[in-house]
């Protein structure tokens, strides 16, 4: 008989091998990772359910009949938070890209702009969000200006905006100085202006890469929007205090946590993806 170990494979059939190699591992660690995983989550579990105290925690945090009690007003006051966090986010990338652009163009007629945009993003990156808020939902009514916003929404809003504009203004510089000087001198090469280059050559490549920290502040904004019920506008947390101290419960914040969780995910899930397909695309080069 031909011995066949020894003779030459064809470069489809190492392919298909290293396949099979491939789906293999793949199979071996997704079976390990599920195994430790659901041990060390098992392990956590009963560690808890059989502690002394569970009986107590379990009444007070995560009792079903008062979840359910508490649903429907955490869950309407939880639309608030979604439609504070959809307008911030507008404003916010749009303030952001402004104080970027102010700061990234070499000109010396915009010398004062580029003094208010540094001491406004050192100030704002500063300053602690719930005392921005605190200031701006107190401070603009007090100042009694006329036209002047006095609606909890529109005063938390501009506190946010502030707050985060200034970290994401950062974001967008970052990526734009991150954008090669031979993309600028390509730019003005094929006849562009200045205001034409950034616009349509670095700006795109610098909104790409930045994508997934943009991400992450957009995360973390999401759930400082529960930051304005300080100043009296009635979220999801401010609606489970209120309930929480009617009842003397505390499932009802844990209720208004699950909102958050569930409307994060998503975003994390998205920068994840983002993140790993801009890895793969620098490393393709």
Known sequence: MTDTSTEPR???ARRLERDRFR???TRTRA????VSTVVVLGALAALVVTSPGWDRVQATFFS???AAA???DVAEAFWLNIRLFLVVEVFVLALGLLVAVIRVVPSPALAPLKVVAVVYTDVFRGTP???VVLLVGFGIPALQLTGAPTSLFWLGTIALTLSYGA???EVFRAGIQSIHPTQWAAGRAIGLSYRSTLRFVVLPQAVRRVGPPLLNDFVSLQKDTALLSTIGLVESLRAAQVIS???FVFTPYVVAACFFIVATIPLARVTDHLTMRSLRRENAL
Do not use: W
């Not at 079976?31 to 599920?34: K, R, Y």
């Open 10 to 12: 064809t470069p489809s």
């Open 23 to 25: 789906r293999r591992r």
């Open 31 to 34: 079976t390990i990772a599920a």
């Open 64 to 66: 079903p009949s008062d």
């Open 70 to 72: 508490a649903l429907p």
């Open 129 to 131: 969000t719930l005392l």
């Open 167 to 169: 970290y994401v203004a």
């Open 245 to 247: 101290g009617r009842d």
